[in-house]
């Protein structure tokens, strides 16, 4: 039967130095500890609670050109509550708002001629 010795667990967490705004983050999670019950994550701009010992775990940042320091702490029964090893520095990006125009190609003269309009922003940038 093997046996688990609470000292020797590690714990770390990895993921991508540089992202846009609007996509889905995806951090990697680590625990040799067989007993690990939860990971909260403090993603620099919120703290999140992940039951279980999932290999990762996913985020959304609302609003670039921001920089973030990702940190962690693991729940084991073995040991209780630690910090990871390591923290993971991000970057985050502002995306450009995408404006779309659409009309008719052709218009009479003297006549009303409409203009469509729309835009869109993966972040929270406020379009005018």
Do not use: C, K
């Amino acid at each position: 039967m093997a046996r688990f010795e609470s000292g020797l667990s590690t714990q770390t967490i990895a993921g991508p130095a540089d992202f846009n705004e609007g996509q889905t983050y995806t951090l990697t999670l680590s625990s040799s500890d067989p007993t690990t019950s939860q990971w909260t994550i403090n993603w620099g701009d919120g703290t999140q609670v992940v039951p279980g010992n999932p290999t990762s775990v996913t985020h959304v940042y609302a609003d670039g050109n921001a920089s973030y320091t990702i940190s962690a702490t693991v729940t084991t029964v073995t040991n209780g509550t630690t910090p990871a090893s390591n923290t993971v520095g991000v970057t985050v990006h502002n995306v450009a708002p995408t404006l779309v125009f659409s009309g008719a190609s052709d218009a009479n003269a003297r006549s009303a001629y409409t203009l469509n309009l729309s835009s869109s922003d993966p972040g929270t940038d406020t379009i005018s």
